[in-house]
């Protein structure tokens, strides 16, 4: 990957789409962008309305409307683009219109001679991100997507208002599906080096577990209500996904919990899930193996069941 000049497509010109985007002109994070949107005008306003704040911003971004044949020299090619849920609509007749919407988008990136990465934001992601695996037939490692990364800011932010510690210095995971069937690992969330559950243990903390498994509902929680209140989550998932951007175009190898393929981690193969890995240019460089109890090793499995069955319906199309 060129990190000289940094290019990232953004295929889907939508609230989440633009809300990457916006990220990405605030924090100066890549030199060139383009847009691709179904609607052609829209991505052409959307680019307009971008390069009008190039003056008040720090950044010197190249920012257009483009085509598929822009993918060719690109480091990052980021999916927002899908189909919403019609009312009365399966789970299942959704993943298979998406998976048809993305059939129309990987075919053509792949063609242009892209040879970068892709990042998947489409819900449900983990799902979706194996759609564009399988579809493009790029090495799994260059293929990821948001996974539970949301999930675990929304985490570390409920746990550091608890505490009242930076989120920040907070180590804390949401593993498995980004969805219903998703977990918090307390065994292994720490603040600092002090391991939570050690807190629990003393007499005068605060903090009993009957609270941190709020905590854990709250998350899983935190989109429906999200959603309830103003129709859709865009800001939030934005940001996770310039944080993810900033860890390959940096090639920083920060640990982030996004949707990679399991290829024996946790005992689990052939699936995508929310786990913590190494991201750095080449995309995931390794997935990092935490000690799960007994308890939360079941969590994991059953998680990766309900997206292993989730995929089996679409195997056909």
């Known amino acids: 990957m060129k990190t000289d000049r940094r ?19 605030n924090q100066n994070v890549c030199d060139e962008l383009v847009l691709i949107d179904i609607d052609r005008k829209r991505a052409e306003g959307e680019a307009m309305d971008l390069n009008h704040g190039l003056a008040f911003s720090a950044s010197h971004m190249k920012i257009y409307a483009g085509d598929y044949g822009d993918c060719r020299d690109a480091d990052i090619v980021v999916i927002c683009a ?8 399966s789970r299942l007749d959704l993943l298979k219109r998406n998976k048809e919407v993305f059939r129309s988008i990987v075919g053509p990136v792949t063609e242009s001679g892209f040879n970068g990465l892709f990042l998947v ?5 983990d799902v979706m991100t194996r759609i564009t695996c399988e579809l493009s037939g790029f090495n799994p490692r ?21 505490f009242r510690v930076d989120p920040r210095n907070i180590h804390a995971y949401v593993m498995g599906e980004h969805g219903d069937s998703e977990f918090v690992p307390w065994s292994q969330a720490m603040i600092a080096t002090c391991p939570v ?25 935190a989109a429906y209500r999200i959603i309830e209140a103003k129709r859709a989550t865009y800001y939030g998932i934005g940001m996770a996904m310039t944080r993810i951007t900033k ?17 024996g981690e946790y005992g689990q193969s052939g699936v995508f899930a929310g786990v913590p890995c190494i ?11 935490l000690k799960l109890s007994q308890e939360e090793a079941e969590q994991m499995a059953s998680s990766c069941k309900i997206l292993r069955d989730s995929f089996k319906g679409l195997e056909d199309i």
Do not use: F, W
């Not at 953004?10 to 990457?20: D, E, F, K, P, R």
């Not at 991201?279 to 193996?289: D, E, P, S």
């Open 279 to 289: 991201i750095n240019q080449n995309g995931v460089q390794r997935v990092l193996t």
């Open 247 to 263: 860890a390959i175009l940096g090639d920083e190898s920060s640990v982030l919990t996004v949707s990679a393929m399991l290829r």
């Open 142 to 162: 260059r293929v990821l997507g948001t996974g539970t990364a949301l999930d675990t800011a929304r985490l570390r932010y409920l746990l550091g208002e608890h």
């Open 82 to 89: 899908g189909v919403a849920q019609k009312e009365g609509e």
């Open 197 to 221: 559950q050690e807190l629990l243990q003393g007499e005068k903390s605060p903090v009993h577990m009957e609270e941190l498994t709020r905590i854990a509902q709250e998350v899983k929680g």
């Open 121 to 125: 934001a489409t819900n449900p992601v």
């Open 7 to 25: 290019k990232v497509v953004l295929i889907g010109a939508g609230l989440v789409g633009m809300s990457y985007g916006y990220c990405l002109l």
